[in-house]
């Protein structure tokens, strides 16, 4: 059978009405994409599959390599770049977190004017662990969106004075929250429960003799969408899993003085040379950063295709570092949360009007009408 003109409007669709008393199947065919949808209307809810050949359907899998409460590191397999960057997208910019808002300051007779304070306690981050089972101050019934009772904001106090000759630090720790649940991220404690560091917290500013702060802090829930003071992450990468393949046959070929030239034209440590074989070996695949020089070395050398290094489309490593607001590895489920979130809200639109317009055709197929 011959090719048909213009296939990828071409859908090969078989059709069955979800209907249980009146059972209706078509017979299957190839049909326009555009008159999919025109059908699918016609029919009592009727559910479509794509027959192209090959399943769409994946079932992505994770493998932990190091998790800390402020680092993770994280394989992420069986799915594409698509599915991996928006996981990457939502754990920066829609996870929520809180922070202080809003500042009310009495008395200030620092160096600092009331809006640098204000900004630099906004940018402390908060323990925001039930940040996620909070209600966003716009949204919240039990304060008319004023954004001040305890279902959507969290209330704190300082008032410092320096009494001494010395410098006063007002620092996080200075902060006294109504909340015991939120509370100024410490960062100067280490796994022993000791201070690590002289200083207290995360200093705020520094008075000396005379000079008093005194003020009312709001935290409230926010998104990183909203300002980068509410985002949980830090940092949160992934690359491609580098698949490196050696023709052995060819490095025999190499003398030791060439195998050594060629594992030192990489910038990082990728390969080196197995001291009972004497063969070259890849020591570390991930420090490969994708610049190609040990391959252009290979083809200076006379030997293409020595090293073959592709990108495997299917797996990423991850990295994610916390703020601190939560931990690593509660980022990750939050994310993976708010992005099934997401895609249920695509699929069970009410509104088909409005999804159409906004997602087409992918709108009706995941809606399964």
């Known amino acids: 059978m011959e090719e048909d003109e213009g296939k990828k409007d071409f859908l090969r669709v078989s059709f069955t009405s979800s209907s249980s008393t009146n059972k209706v199947k078509k017979p299957s065919g190839f049909i326009k994409a555009k008159t999919l949808k025109k059908f699918q209307r016609s029919q009592k809810a009727p559910s479509f599959e794509m027959d192209t050949g090959a399943s769409y359907q994946r079932f992505p899998k994770v493998k932990i390599r190091e998790l800390k409460d402020d680092y993770a590191k994280f394989e992420l397999r069986e799915t594409d770049v698509s599915m991996a960057n928006a ?33 630099r306690l ?27 009772c305890e279902f959507c904001s969290v209330e704190f106090r300082l008032q410092a004075k320096c009494v001494t000759d010395q410098t006063l630090d007002v620092t996080s720790r200075d902060l006294y929250s109504t ?11 280490d796994s022993s429960g000791t201070d690590s560091s002289e200083q207290r917290g995360i200093i705020i500013v520094k008075l000396r003799r005379g000079q008093e702060l005194k003020l009312r802090a709001i935290a409230r829930k926010g998104i990183g969408k909203d300002h980068a003071k509410w985002s949980p992450a830090s940092t949160v990468t992934f690359m491609y899993e580098p698949d490196i393949n050696i023709n052995e046959d060819m490095m025999d070929t190499l003398t030791e003085d060439e195998k050594i030239d060629l594992i030192e034209s990489s910038p990082t440590k990728v390969f080196g040379i197995d001291p009972v074989t004497r063969q070259v070996v890849v020591v570390d695949p991930e420090a490969y950063t994708y610049d190609e020089e040990v391959i252009k070395k290979a083809e200076a050398m006379g030997k293409p ?4 290094i592709h990108p495997k489309d299917d ?5 994610v570092e916390s703020t601190g607001a939560v931990k690593a590895s509660q980022l990750v489920l939050n994310a993976i949360d708010i992005l099934k979130q ?25 809606r399964g009408g």
């Open 87 to 119: 996981l990457r997208r939502v754990m920066i910019s829609e996870v929520p977190t809180v922070a202080i808002d809003l500042v009310e300051i009495d008395i200030n007779s620092s160096v600092l004017n009331d809006e640098f304070i204000a900004h």
């Open 122 to 148: 906004g940018l402390i981050p908060l323990t925001s662990e039930r940040a996620m089972s909070m209600r966003l101050s716009r949204d919240c019934d039990s304060c008319d969106g004023d954004g001040q």
């Open 179 to 189: 909340d015991p649940t939120v509370t100024p991220v410490d960062f100067t404690l």
């Open 305 to 308: 295709g020595l090293i073959e």
């Open 315 to 319: 797996s990423f490593i991850f990295t």
């Open 342 to 366: 997401k895609l249920d809200a695509v699929r069970l639109s009410d509104d088909t009007v409005e999804a159409d317009d906004q997602f087409g055709e992918l709108g009706a197929h995941l």
